[in-house]
């Protein structure tokens, strides 16, 4: 089924959020609900949807809107993960005209680096977790 992806907040089923966020997720276990609320107005934030109301996919993106973003929180949940969507949200994300100018993004990854690999994204050093795509190259 083709998904769509939205920028709009008054979309997302911050419930739903949070759910999977602070019970299912290794790095965002016991995270309250107004912690979830309060980082999702301070965001760029992707929602990802099947229908109007079938919210299955969420991330989102600090950033100067110029030189960093710091993708994070990136959730397809548990029932429409191994589809493709994961894949999909990554890439309306970074042809969104906010990250297409960023310079550099980074994350933070656990057990999702072929994913983010296939976008471009490398390991920092010998970091485990960091990861980074940059448009610049440093001298």
């Known amino acids: 089924m083709e998904a769509f992806v939205s920028t709009d907040k008054d979309k997302l ?7 999977y966020i602070s019970s299912v ?4 276990r016991g ?6 609320r309060t980082t999702i107005e ?11 109301d079938t919210q299955i996919g969420f991330a ?5 809107y110029t030189v960093f973003a710091y ?8 029932e429409h993960q191994k589809k493709g969507y994961g894949k999909a949200l990554v890439q309306k994300m970074l042809n969104h005209e906010v990250l297409r100018k960023v310079k550099t993004i980074a994350l933070k990854t ?3 680096h ?14 485990p977790l960091w990861m980074t795509k940059d448009q610049v190259i440093l001298l």
């Open 31 to 36: 995270r309250s609900p107004d912690d979830v």
């Open 42 to 52: 301070n965001s760029l934030c992707f929602g990802m949807y099947l229908q109007e």
């Open 60 to 64: 989102r993106v600090v950033t100067d």
């Open 25 to 28: 997720s290794y790095w965002g």
């Open 114 to 127: 072929g994913l983010y690999d296939a976008f471009g994204f490398e390991k920092i050093g010998n970091s």
């Open 13 to 19: 089923d911050i419930d739903k959020i949070h759910d």
């Open 71 to 78: 993708l994070m929180d990136f959730v397809i949940f548990e």
């Open 110 to 112: 656990r057990d999702a």
